[in-house]
């Protein structure tokens, strides 16, 4: 079939991407019952009553139309005071974007910093949505290899290996998705040194910092001496508050770099959307019980699964943060997509392979502990039946 006219005119930054896979797991789970999805990235967990409560208030009170493009100030306050208080970082609210989730905010960072031809160091495995940002403004996204034996912290000399004169960021995310790796504080003191001896900008992704699980230290790269000038912080309520379908991330940086990029935040979306952002406030300043009560969850849910993995002869790096553990199943003898499509069509188990992170091993899978305990009480029965059938 001849292509349309559209496709035949798609500029040369839309390339098309594999998507088959997910495509392909999701219609077979779609044609099976009672599937036990292990596969996502989404708190299965209510937003907390009164952060919904003040965004229905919002509305009531007319805060349905635009804000000023960095957010409203009271949320930008907020978010100032919440980053000094839990992450000793010193930033003030003229320094602080809201965005519409923190994919707006890779996306802002990536127009305001990348050239063509400029390389950027990501993470890996990663969520792949950075290398699509880079790639749409003609960079080149340059992966850095973490690995079990080291938890999946990324390390300094894998990062020093990657630098030539084309490089320009580096993007570390910690914790992790897909690896839930916290890099210690050690090592993040020592990327630190790096990138100021290279001159490189870091974007120092937090999003999960709020999960953080005995054993593991968070430290935000910004707050160390020298590193402010040279960082941008993401972050935002997705995660932590049970908040994806909100929306709202935001980026925090040096003052005289925030200015410069109002106006391209504007042209993206003007500003994220008003009620959102009267809901994010109140997730800053009201109780922090459902945080807790959340993390205490998946808390024990990780301890479960831990352990049930063990048991079954899996391996995997130590899931410090976030809410999912990096499973190695080359034990098996079978490629990780190929463990993932079997496991799904014969017991109802969803879960997605490493390759889909940007792992080219095909011996790692996800697995997402977003589900209640039950459920994933059952699925470690059926994934034990299965184990027992290879």
Same mark, same amino acid.
Request: glycine share 6%; hydrophobic share 40%; net charge negative.
């Given at each position: 079939? %001849?292509?349309?006219?559209?496709?035949?005119?798609?500029?040369?930054?839309?390339?098309?991407?594999?998507?088959?896979?997910?495509?392909?797991?999701?219609?077979?789970?779609?044609?099976?019952?009672?599937?036990?999805?292990?596969?996502?990235?989404?708190?299965?967990?209510?937003?907390? %009553? !009164?952060?919904?409560?003040?965004?229905?208030?919002?509305?009531?009170?007319?805060?349905? =139309?635009y804000t000023h493009p960095a957010g409203i100030p009271q949320?930008?306050?907020?978010?100032?005071?919440?980053l000094r208080r839990e992450y000793s970082l010193d930033y003030?609210?003229?320094?602080?974007?809201?965005?519409?989730?923190?994919?707006?905010?890779?996306? *802002?960072?990536?127009?305001?910093?990348?050239? +063509?031809?400029?390389?950027?160091?990501?993470?890996?495995?990663?969520?792949?949505?950075y290398d699509e940002a880079v790639r749409l403004c003609g960079?080149?996204?340059?992966?850095?290899?973490?690995?079990?034996?080291?938890?999946?912290?990324?390390?300094?000399?894998?990062?020093?290996?990657?630098?030539?004169?084309?490089?320009?960021?580096?993007?570390?995310?910690?914790?992790?998705?897909?690896?839930?790796?916290?890099?210690?504080?050690?090592?993040?003191?020592?990327?630190?040194?790096?990138?100021?001896? =290279?001159?490189?900008?870091?974007?120092?992704? %937090?999003?999960?910092?709020?999960?953080?699980?005995?054993?593991?230290? !968070?430290?935000?790269?910004?707050?160390? +001496?020298?590193?402010?000038?040279?960082?941008?912080?993401?972050?935002?309520?997705?995660?932590?508050?049970?908040?994806?379908?909100?929306?709202?991330?935001?980026?925090?940086?040096? =003052?005289?770099?925030?200015?410069?990029?109002?106006?391209?935040? !504007? $042209? *993206?979306?003007?500003?994220?959307? $008003?009620?959102?952002?009267?809901?994010?406030?109140?997730?800053?300043?009201?109780?922090?019980?459902?945080?807790?009560?959340?993390?205490?969850?998946?808390?024990?849910?990780?301890?479960?699964?831990?352990?049930?993995?063990?048991?079954?002869?899996?391996?995997?790096?130590?899931?410090?943060?976030?809410?999912?553990?990096?499973?190695?199943?080359?034990?098996?003898?079978?490629?990780?997509?190929?463990?993932?499509?079997?496991?799904?069509?014969?017991?109802?188990?969803?879960?997605?392979?490493?390759?889909?992170?940007?792992?080219?091993?095909?011996?790692?899978?996800?697995?997402?502990?977003?589900?209640?305990?039950?459920?994933?009480?059952?699925?470690?029965?059926?994934?034990? $039946?299965?184990?027992?059938?290879?």
């Open positions: 079939m %001849e292509k349309s006219p559209l496709l035949k005119s798609l500029a040369a930054r839309i390339v098309e991407e594999d998507v088959s896979y997910r495509t392909k797991m999701l219609e077979i789970a779609a044609g099976l019952s009672d599937v036990i999805a292990l596969g996502r990235g989404n708190p299965d967990f209510d937003t907390p %009553e !009164h952060i919904s409560a003040a965004a229905k208030a919002a509305i009531d009170a007319g805060q349905t =139309h949320l930008r306050e907020a978010i100032a005071d919440t003030g609210r003229e320094e602080i974007i809201v965005t519409a989730g923190v994919q707006e905010s890779i996306v *802002l960072c990536m127009l305001s910093l990348v050239n +063509p031809g400029d390389e950027v160091l990501i993470t890996s495995p990663r969520f792949t949505s960079g080149v996204p340059v992966p850095v290899p973490t690995y079990e034996r080291d938890d999946f912290a990324l390390m300094p000399a894998e990062i020093e290996v990657r630098i030539n004169s084309r490089t320009k960021v580096l993007v570390l995310v910690t914790p992790n998705n897909p690896t839930g790796a916290v890099t210690p504080p050690l090592i993040v003191r020592q990327i630190a040194d790096l990138v100021k001896r =290279h001159n490189i900008i870091l974007i120092s992704d %937090e999003i999960y910092g709020k999960l953080i699980y005995e054993g593991s230290t !968070h430290l935000s790269a910004a707050s160390l +001496p020298g590193m402010k000038e040279r960082t941008i912080t993401l972050n935002g309520f997705s995660k932590a508050y049970a908040m994806t379908g909100w929306r709202v991330g935001y980026m925090a940086a040096a =003052h005289s770099f925030i200015r410069m990029i109002i106006e391209p935040r !504007h $042209t *993206l979306s003007i500003n994220t959307a $008003t009620p959102s952002q009267y809901a994010a406030l109140a997730a800053l300043t009201g109780p922090q019980d459902p945080v807790e009560a959340m993390l205490q969850t998946y808390r024990e849910r990780r301890a479960y699964l831990m352990q049930a993995l063990t048991d079954m002869g899996f391996s995997y790096g130590m899931p410090g943060g976030a809410f999912y553990i990096y499973t190695n199943v080359s034990q098996t003898g079978l490629p990780a997509p190929q463990f993932c499509e079997s496991l799904l069509r014969e017991t109802g188990v969803l879960i997605f392979p490493g390759s889909m992170f940007g792992d080219d091993s095909d011996n790692y899978i996800r697995i997402s502990y977003v589900q209640p305990i039950e459920r994933i009480a059952e699925a470690v029965d059926r994934m034990s $039946t299965f184990m027992a059938r290879q």
